[in-house]
């Protein structure tokens, strides 16, 4: 009858040890009673990046890397880009189920109505630089949101975390569409609340002297999957972030800026931008198979290209692929569009690239888009940080109800001096 435990047998001592498996994986702290002798620490496993560390429960995103499988709450990615809109996604992210049509009314209003940033926040804004990263004045305005709602501070009152939620998701398209006109020296356009949520957003980006900013629907509506796409992915760099930093009890305002901060690193967040520079470095299709010789000697990444989880084409690239399709129809195609399509077509071919397992990730054709709809390459991350709001909040939630969550404190392995006695300045 096979057992759910791991039997480890310790070659330094001979001693034999069985510890449980749960879930397909054993509890780091048992490693701990493997030991030489009682004086000391015990094992530890290293393991820099996490590759191979669960850090938490969850039941919010299910993703299996090999089949290229994505669902958020049990329902597929795919699914919900066809069928739903945002805002009822990030409630499902949220609250674990699909609203019902009350609930979603109900939701919908609350988003819709808490749109507005205080005057002093504007003002906050208003002191940047003319020139500065719309994503530098995203993560800071966050953050000073903290010191307009103390109330936030009250994290384990389930009405005060609702309605901090609400301001975030109403919210982050504001700071994200003001950074935008700051940087563009454009005056801030307000919100309108008979917009859609995605609709609002393009009006407060790019509303000029119009009375009534009206969106193109299929922009609108590609937005909104575009948003879908990104609310979650479980436990990566910014969403890891969001938890940790939240697991000292640091208000959400907080908390999501520093989320923001670790999505706003070109490995994480940055890497559409690079595969439009690297578009417009190949220049033309003709060049695309000398690029890929480039690729195949190491000397530089084919920048969209392979994911740390999937081993299989990402699922979200197949949707934007055919949201771009429809993009391009009302804005015209992206002439770099015939370049990444040769570079998919070739790659996919090839065996360097099927060897590794390396397909297109959600980052190859997003650049493509953003860009032909109007956003310059600083917006990316922004555009990114909007949607995953709903993903960090529903994992800040969820960290903080876990009865098994702590603060999150990992151990090191130190390999620096011994103990010794300090050299006063004119001895060394
Ligand atoms: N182009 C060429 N070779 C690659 C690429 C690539 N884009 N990605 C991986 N490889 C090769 C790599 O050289 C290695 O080959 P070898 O075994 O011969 O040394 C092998 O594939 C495994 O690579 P790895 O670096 O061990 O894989 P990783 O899981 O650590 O890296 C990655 C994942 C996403 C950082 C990497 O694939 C990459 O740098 N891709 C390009 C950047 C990119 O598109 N990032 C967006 C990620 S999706 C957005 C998000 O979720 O944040």
New binding site residues.
């Given amino acids: 009858m096979p057992k759910d435990t791991l039997t480890i047998t310790d070659n330094r001592t001979g001693k034999t040890y069985e510890v449980a498996i749960e879930h397909g994986a054993i509890r780091a702290v048992e490693l701990r009673q493997i030991k030489t002798s009682p004086e000391e620490f015990g094992l530890m496993s290293y393991d820099p990046g996490y590759l191979n560390t669960a850090s938490c429960k969850s039941t919010i995103t299910f993703i299996d890397g090999d089949r290229g499988i994505l669902h958020y709450r049990g329902y597929p990615i795919e699914q919900l880009a066809e069928k739903s809109t945002y805002l009822e996604t990030a409630y499902l992210v949220l609250y674990g189920e699909l609203p019902t049509r009350s609930q979603l009314e109900e939701w919908t209003y609350q988003i819709t109505h808490h749109t507005i940033l205080n005057e002093n926040t504007k003002k906050l804004m208003d002191g940047f630089r003319y020139d500065a990263h719309p994503m530098g004045m995203f993560i800071s305005t966050i953050a000073a949101l903290s010191t307009f709602y103390p109330e936030s501070k009250d994290i384990f009152d389930e009405q005060v975390r609702r309605k901090q939620i609400y301001r975030l998701i109403a919210k982050v398209p504001t700071i994200a569409a003001f950074s935008y006109r700051h940087n563009t020296g454009m005056p801030y356009a307000y919100p309108d609340n008979d917009l859609s949520y995605t609709g609002n957003f393009l009006n407060m980006l790019f509303k000029r002297t119009e009375l009534k900013y009206k969106p193109h629907p299929v922009l609108e509506r590609a937005l909104d999957v575009l948003f879908i796409l990104h609310a979650d992915?479980e436990q990566?760099c910014s969403t890891s972030t969001m938890r940790l930093v939240g697991s000292a009890h640091t208000d959400p305002y907080c908390s999501l800026a520093a989320a923001a901060a670790a999505l706003y690193g070109p490995?994480?967040?940055g890497?559409n931008e690079?595969v439009l520079r690297m578009l417009a470095e190949i220049g033309s299709k003709d060049n695309v198979p000398a690029y890929i010789k480039r690729?195949k000697s190491?000397e530089v990444?084919?920048?969209?290209?392979?994911?740390?989880v999937y081993k299989n084409y990402d699922p979200r690239a197949r949707i934007i692929k055919q949201t771009a399709d429809a993009v391009f129809e009302v804005t015209g195609r992206n002439p770099l569009l015939d370049i990444a399509l040769e570079l998919e077509r070739i790659a996919l071919e090839d065996d360097y690239f099927v060897s590794?397992k390396?397909y297109p990730?959600?980052?190859f054709y997003s650049g493509l888009i953003y860009q032909a709809m109007g956003f310059p390459v600083e917006m990316f991350p922004v555009l990114f940080a909007i949607p995953r709001t709903s993903g960090w909040l529903a994992q800040w939630q969820e960290m903080l109800l876990d009865k098994e969550q702590k603060i999150g404190r990992p151990r090191q392995l130190y390999l620096g001096a011994g103990r010794r006695d300090y050299v006063p300045i004119e001895q060394r």
């Avoid at 990444?301 to 740390?308: D, E, I, K, S, Y």
Wanted: hydrophobic share 40%; charged share 20%.
């Fill in positions: 992915h990566n490995l994480h967040g890497a690079a690729v190491g990444r084919l920048m969209g290209f392979g994911h740390r590794r390396l990730n959600v980052d």
